[in-house]
């Protein structure tokens, strides 16, 4: 009786999955979440480690056109100087040559074009025309004898051969600055960034070789 009894009881199956077994939904939903977060942080991270760069690679540009800046500034300060001594140059020729005029009269126009140019192009095309003016007001000295022993126009030509030499050093550095600059922005990944923010090339100062020699006094 009691085995037939045993055997009418209904068959259970297996009962439900715990909620942490391994193959539960919990889990499985867990483990997607987990994945998902890990993804999150390791875009998170790129997408920083991207910005980083492009702050980097922004800042070494700037960096370098400041430079260009401050090296142009010490170029305008040796044209300044150069250009205020220019009309105490002519002066002095002029007590003792002054049928000289076409010399006299083209360092005076040259240095007022070099005055009213905007861009380094045109200024250095007016400098260069200034600068080889200068050398032909300074050689003249040896067609005028008395001119040639003046002390205040010997005394004004050697000012104006140390003002070319440190026009010249002053050129040099920021032509050198202008070549980085330029070439920094034609590397990559640099361009893209010089493209992106606008960054616009230097532009280089021509130049001649100055004034050599100041004359001497015969005393």
Same mark, same amino acid.
């Given at each position: 009786m009691d085995l037939q009894r045993d055997s009418t009881q209904p068959n259970r199956g297996p009962g439900p999955a715990a909620p942490?077994?391994?193959?539960?939904?919990?889990?499985?939903?867990?483990?997607?979440?987990?994945?998902?977060?890990l993804m999150d942080i390791v875009a998170g991270m790129g997408m920083v480690a991207v910005?980083?760069?492009? @702050?980097? &690679?922004?800042? +070494?540009?700037?960096?370098?056109? =400041?430079?260009?800046?401050?090296?142009w500034s010490d170029?305008? @300060?040796? &044209?300044?100087? +150069?250009?205020?001594?220019?009309? =105490?140059l002519v002066s002095a020729v002029k007590a003792y040559a002054g049928h000289e005029r076409d010399t006299l009269q083209r360092v005076t126009e040259e240095r007022s074009r070099s005055r009213a140019a905007s861009t380094v192009e045109a200024k250095s095309r007016a400098e260069t025309a200034l600068e080889s003016g200068l050398?032909?007001?300074v050689a003249l000295a040896e067609a005028y004898p008395d001119l040639k022993a003046s002390e205040n126009f010997a005394d004004l030509s050697r000012q104006l051969v140390v003002i070319e030499d440190h026009l010249q050093s002053a050129r040099r550095f920021y032509n050198g600055s202008v070549r980085q600059y330029n070439d920094r922005q034609q590397q990559f990944p640099h361009w893209i960034i010089a493209r992106l923010f606008g960054f616009q090339p230097g532009e280089f100062?021509?130049?001649?070789?100055?004034?050599?020699k100041a004359p001497e006094v015969d005393l």
């Open positions: 942490w077994s391994p193959g539960s939904p919990h889990r499985a939903k867990a483990r997607n979440t987990e994945q998902g977060s910005l980083a760069c492009v @702050v980097w &690679l922004f800042n +070494r540009l700037v960096q370098d056109r =400041n430079q260009v800046a401050a090296a170029v305008d @300060v040796q &044209l300044q100087r +150069r250009h205020d001594l220019v009309p =105490n050398g032909r007001l100062f021509a130049g001649g070789d100055g004034i050599a």
